[in-house]
């Protein structure tokens, strides 16, 4: 029996009636017999209580559908228990609506049940809609994943509470109805996806695809009972499984685990016609970790396997904890079969996820213990850690409420290890969604600093800013000093996470001028061509007496402006037109190429002297706004001159400018190169090898 109606069959029951047996509401009979199959030594007084005080203060109220209104909770509390729920859980089910629906207060509730109950009933009540209007709404989902935060029964709950009311949701007017779904598919079916509630992720779906896609909902229905009509060769397959496995001692059980509606249309999108096995897919069960492993070998040995269906969240479990080997073979027919294989621990977590892990304030105990090894609190994983920081920040309910949307609308996370340059001791492990950039890293990694962030290493390589990141990718993030840089425009086309993308709107709404005249200078074209050679000329009779052609006295020297030599390079001359000689560091391409065609070279030397020199100098930067006028301000700090510059138009955030400086004493250069590589997104500079544009 699928989760799903073993879900609904208990719910049904558990509405039968409220007499009192044993000591015991008949009402919550069903309740406690779910409870105790995973809890066998539950105390069920604090359940027996909370149900009278809820039947109570409940008494009178009515469903739209016309039930009693106790059959709500008692419908969540059911839902909850078949899923592993702890006591605390339960009892704080059953009340859930009360301090929202009637006249019980909070205060109530925490003197009679405790603090916890009383955090997680408070945690799922809705926000006043006379107080907060229509952002009631946003806001209340703000606080319950804030509460959530502290414990995630609150959306535990809150999951449980919104299946029941989509079961019974055609009561509504259609229109209010398409609105719930909505809010349901946009928000609360990704919670459940990323908490790993499985049980209800899959009904929550198939509710919410009857009422927005009732045309292909029903072609699907039409589909499934066609299948169901026929013989299924999945029996066939399983059986055959089974003997393999029994041949090979291996202690297991396998089920036929039928596709849920949602999952055979989008199977029959994606493939076009269904195939007999493709309704439905085999579930493996086995007791170790090892034994998994073991399964896997036999069915690859045994059958034709499909290697391209081959995945092992074992190894490499999900972003929410599930964990399963999948794979595929296929049958003598050629039908292609897919299988899960997972151990019966890890089915528990793969249906009901964070539940079955049991309290996450509690390290041991009877009533929920904790698997050697396993984290006490599984319920803050990186989404969440994020999700929580970046909803401080949100501005406005508008603001937060499409933020969450988005955010919940990535369905995977990558983990990015992140290193200080040159050190791993400020390293951390960063949990992203997938297709996060280095942007997206600088703000999960330094929070408002992110703005700061001026380039970044991937794996060793310097690469844009926005690059987007793979799992598993070594990264590390180049920072400037404080107040040194800011974000530009550009980087909002490149962010996927809420955080960074709130933080550099904020940072743009209080420098408006970095959106136009900051930028203007990393987009300057070339210094127009006849201002650059007057200056030239103004200095070249002084830069190029420098250098003296040894043993041709009388000489005219010029230093070659394809390399720019200066003092202490090493040099040669080869003689040019008329008596001028020409000077190249030695390891300048032109004296290569002059030597290979047989010119002599002529010995050349530095004459020692205070007249200054010219250098040509490229600097390789990340585009952000200021850069140019940090980088001739940081020239002429050092005593350099400007002679010519030029800056190319920027490619993927990464722009070069090309600077021709005449220095008062040559000595001075590594001094200066190393002030230009300091500016904040330069990440090298080097001479210059090539003639000047």
């Given at each position: 029996m699928s989760a799903v109606t073993s879900l609904r069959k208990l719910s049904r029951a558990a509405l039968r009636g409220t007499a009192a047996r044993g000591g015991l509401p008949h009402a919550i009979e069903h309740v406690a017999q779910a409870h105790r199959a995973h809890h066998p030594g539950a105390d069920l007084g604090a359940l027996r209580r909370a149900y009278l005080l809820a039947e109570s203060s409940h008494r009178g109220q009515m469903r739209k559908s016309g039930e009693p209104y106790i059959t709500h909770p008692l419908a969540v509390t059911l839902i909850l228990a078949q899923l592993g729920a702890g006591t605390t859980t339960l009892t704080a089910a059953l009340l859930h609506d009360t301090v929202e629906d009637t006249d019980l207060t909070l205060e109530q509730v925490r003197d009679g049940f405790g603090e916890e109950v009383a955090y997680l009933v408070d945690g799922v009540t809705k926000l006043e809609k006379v107080e907060y209007g229509a952002a009631a709404e946003s806001e209340t989902f703000r606080k319950m994943l804030v509460a959530t935060g502290n414990d995630v029964r609150v959306m535990s709950i809150k999951l449980a509470d919104r299946l029941h009311n989509m079961r019974t949701l055609t009561v509504m007017r259609p229109e209010k109805q398409a609105r719930i779904a909505k809010v349901t598919k946009d928000v609360l079916i990704p919670l459940a996806e990323r908490l790993g509630v499985q049980a209800l992720k899959t009904e929550l779906e198939d509710l919410v695809f009857a009422i927005?896609?009732?045309?292909?909902?029903?072609?699907?229905?039409?589909?499934?009972?066609?299948h169901a009509a026929e013989p299924d060769p999945l029996e066939t397959a399983a059986d055959a499984v089974r003997s393999v496995l029994r041949e090979a001692r291996i202690t297991s059980t396998v089920h036929i685990r039928p596709r849920h509606s949602l999952s055979v249309h989008r199977a029959s999108v994606r493939r076009g016609v269904l195939g007999p096995c493709d309704f439905g897919r085999l579930l493996i069960l086995v007791t170790e970790d090892a034994d998994c492993y073991a399964v896997l070998g036999e069915l690859h040995t045994c059958f034709t396997p499909v290697i391209s269906e081959f995945?092992?969240?074992?190894?490499?479990?999900?972003?929410?904890l599930y964990q399963s080997l999948h794979t595929a073979f296929a049958d003598a027919e050629g039908r292609v079969v897919e299988v899960l294989v997972r151990t019966r621990r890890m089915h528990s977590v793969a249906e009901a996820g964070v539940i079955a892990l049991g309290d996450p304030h509690r390290t041991?105990?009877?009533?929920?213990?904790?698997?050697?090894g396993e984290r006490a609190d599984p319920t803050r994983p990186g989404w969440l850690s994020r999700l929580l920081e970046w909803q401080s920040h949100a501005p406005d309910p508008d603001t937060f409420w499409a933020e969450l949307r988005d955010d919940l609308a990535q369905d995977r996370e990558i983990t990015v290890y992140c290193a200080a340059p040159g050190s791993t001791a400020d390293s951390a492990t960063l949990h992203l969604p997938a297709g996060a950039s280095c942007v997206d890293a600088a703000y999960a990694r330094h929070g408002a600093d992110g703005h700061r962030c001026v380039g970044a290493r991937v794996d060793g390589r310097l690469v844009a800013l926005g690059t987007t990141l793979r799992d598993g990718d070594a990264l590390e993030l180049l920072m400037a000093a404080d107040g040194a840089s800011g974000p530009s425009p550009e980087w909002l086309d490149h962010v996927r996470t809420p955080a960074a993308r709130i933080a550099i709107r904020r940072w743009l709404d209080t420098h408006p001028e970095s959106g136009t005249a900051d930028r203007q200078p990393d987009s300057l074209p070339p210094v127009p061509g006849d201002a650059a050679p007057r200056q030239d000329r103004a200095v070249a009779g002084a830069a190029e007496s420098a250098a003296v052609a040894v043993g041709l006295p009388g000489r005219q020297?010029?230093?070659?402006?394809?390399?720019?030599p200066v003092p202490p390079d090493a040099v040669a001359g080869f003689a040019v037109r008329g008596s001028t000689v020409t000077v190249?560091?030695?390891?300048?391409?032109?004296?290569?190429?002059?030597?290979a065609a047989g010119r002599d070279a002529?010995?050349?030397?530095?004459?020692?002297?205070?007249?200054?020199?010219?250098?040509?100098?490229?600097a390789e930067a990340f585009g952000r706004p200021r850069l140019l006028a940090d980088l001739t301000e940081t020239i002429a700090v050092q005593g350099a001159a400007v002679i010519a510059a030029d800056v190319e138009p920027p490619r993927q955030q990464r722009v070069r400018h090309?600077?021709?400086?005449?220095?008062?004493?040559?000595?001075?250069?590594?001094?200066?190169?190393?002030?230009?590589r300091n500016v904040p997104g330069v990440y090298d500079v080097i001479r210059a090898t090539r003639p000047v544009v």
């Amino acid at each position: 029996m699928s989760a799903v109606t073993s879900l609904r069959k208990l719910s049904r029951a558990a509405l039968r009636g409220t007499a009192a047996r044993g000591g015991l509401p008949h009402a919550i009979e069903h309740v406690a017999q779910a409870h105790r199959a995973h809890h066998p030594g539950a105390d069920l007084g604090a359940l027996r209580r909370a149900y009278l005080l809820a039947e109570s203060s409940h008494r009178g109220q009515m469903r739209k559908s016309g039930e009693p209104y106790i059959t709500h909770p008692l419908a969540v509390t059911l839902i909850l228990a078949q899923l592993g729920a702890g006591t605390t859980t339960l009892t704080a089910a059953l009340l859930h609506d009360t301090v929202e629906d009637t006249d019980l207060t909070l205060e109530q509730v925490r003197d009679g049940f405790g603090e916890e109950v009383a955090y997680l009933v408070d945690g799922v009540t809705k926000l006043e809609k006379v107080e907060y209007g229509a952002a009631a709404e946003s806001e209340t989902f703000r606080k319950m994943l804030v509460a959530t935060g502290n414990d995630v029964r609150v959306m535990s709950i809150k999951l449980a509470d919104r299946l029941h009311n989509m079961r019974t949701l055609t009561v509504m007017r259609p229109e209010k109805q398409a609105r719930i779904a909505k809010v349901t598919k946009d928000v609360l079916i990704p919670l459940a996806e990323r908490l790993g509630v499985q049980a209800l992720k899959t009904e929550l779906e198939d509710l919410v695809f009857a009422i927005l896609h009732p045309e292909e909902h029903a072609r699907t229905q039409a589909l499934i009972s066609a299948h169901a009509a026929e013989p299924d060769p999945l029996e066939t397959a399983a059986d055959a499984v089974r003997s393999v496995l029994r041949e090979a001692r291996i202690t297991s059980t396998v089920h036929i685990r039928p596709r849920h509606s949602l999952s055979v249309h989008r199977a029959s999108v994606r493939r076009g016609v269904l195939g007999p096995c493709d309704f439905g897919r085999l579930l493996i069960l086995v007791t170790e970790d090892a034994d998994c492993y073991a399964v896997l070998g036999e069915l690859h040995t045994c059958f034709t396997p499909v290697i391209s269906e081959f995945k092992d969240f074992i190894a490499v479990p999900k972003f929410n904890l599930y964990q399963s080997l999948h794979t595929a073979f296929a049958d003598a027919e050629g039908r292609v079969v897919e299988v899960l294989v997972r151990t019966r621990r890890m089915h528990s977590v793969a249906e009901a996820g964070v539940i079955a892990l049991g309290d996450p304030h509690r390290t041991t105990g009877p009533d929920e213990p904790v698997a050697e090894g396993e984290r006490a609190d599984p319920t803050r994983p990186g989404w969440l850690s994020r999700l929580l920081e970046w909803q401080s920040h949100a501005p406005d309910p508008d603001t937060f409420w499409a933020e969450l949307r988005d955010d919940l609308a990535q369905d995977r996370e990558i983990t990015v290890y992140c290193a200080a340059p040159g050190s791993t001791a400020d390293s951390a492990t960063l949990h992203l969604p997938a297709g996060a950039s280095c942007v997206d890293a600088a703000y999960a990694r330094h929070g408002a600093d992110g703005h700061r962030c001026v380039g970044a290493r991937v794996d060793g390589r310097l690469v844009a800013l926005g690059t987007t990141l793979r799992d598993g990718d070594a990264l590390e993030l180049l920072m400037a000093a404080d107040g040194a840089s800011g974000p530009s425009p550009e980087w909002l086309d490149h962010v996927r996470t809420p955080a960074a993308r709130i933080a550099i709107r904020r940072w743009l709404d209080t420098h408006p001028e970095s959106g136009t005249a900051d930028r203007q200078p990393d987009s300057l074209p070339p210094v127009p061509g006849d201002a650059a050679p007057r200056q030239d000329r103004a200095v070249a009779g002084a830069a190029e007496s420098a250098a003296v052609a040894v043993g041709l006295p009388g000489r005219q020297v010029r230093l070659a402006r394809c390399c720019t030599p200066v003092p202490p390079d090493a040099v040669a001359g080869f003689a040019v037109r008329g008596s001028t000689v020409t000077v190249h560091r030695e390891t300048c391409d032109a004296v290569a190429r002059m030597t290979a065609a047989g010119r002599d070279a002529l010995p050349v030397r530095w004459q020692p002297g205070d007249s200054g020199c010219r250098v040509t100098l490229l600097a390789e930067a990340f585009g952000r706004p200021r850069l140019l006028a940090d980088l001739t301000e940081t020239i002429a700090v050092q005593g350099a001159a400007v002679i010519a510059a030029d800056v190319e138009p920027p490619r993927q955030q990464r722009v070069r400018h090309t600077y021709t400086l005449h220095l008062p004493d040559a000595t001075g250069l590594p001094a200066l190169m190393r002030a230009m590589r300091n500016v904040p997104g330069v990440y090298d500079v080097i001479r210059a090898t090539r003639p000047v544009v």
